[in-house]
């Protein structure tokens, strides 16, 4: 970041978010696409639009909102990382949204584990990553955690 002009922010290395998805969502994803035989080429295409219908609108919105010294966000723009981040997302919400709306048989081991390991990765990565740079909990970071448990829930309880 300090070639680049930026002399503060957060580095990858202590970046926590980026360790979840590099640690975590991988596992996840493996969990998930193990169901892959119950869906569909339409259902997959479904899925990974919302994911762009998602990711795109809320990396915008970091644009507008985030610290200029933001690793995905620079200079009210995105840096390469968050080009790569707007795709990686979109990617990992259109999986989640096959698991959670168009996979009829999961086990319930399965469903429970990507519940609290998703829910605390969203966690982690919007509300604790929000007050430990920020020192403050933003209003849409603690909404969009709130959103994510509502329907993690929803679906597990039902």
Request: with cysteine; aromatic share 12%.
């Amino acid at each position: 970041m300090k070639r680049h002009g930026f002399h503060e922010g957060f580095s990858c290395i202590s970046h926590v978010a980026l360790w979840a998805d590099v640690l975590l969502l991988p596992w996840l994803a493996g969990i998930i696409f193990s169901y892959h035989t119950q869906w569909s080429f339409i259902g997959l295409l479904i899925a990974w639009l919302i994911g762009l219908l998602i990711s795109v609108p809320m990396h915008i919105l970091w644009i507008k909102t985030q610290p200029s010294d933001h690793n995905l966000v620079a200079k009210k723009s995105l840096t390469v990382a968050g080009s790569i981040h707007v795709i990686f997302m979109a990617g990992y919400l259109g999986l989640t949204f096959l698991f959670y709306f168009l996979t009829d048989d999961i086990s319930h081991h399965d469903l429970k584990w990507i519940t609290i390991l998703l829910g605390s990765h969203v966690t982690l990565s919007t509300v604790g990553l929000n007050i430990v740079r920020q020192k403050r909990l933003d209003p849409g970071a603690a909404a969009t955690t709130v959103v994510v448990w509502i329907t993690l829930l929803w679906r597990f309880l039902s």
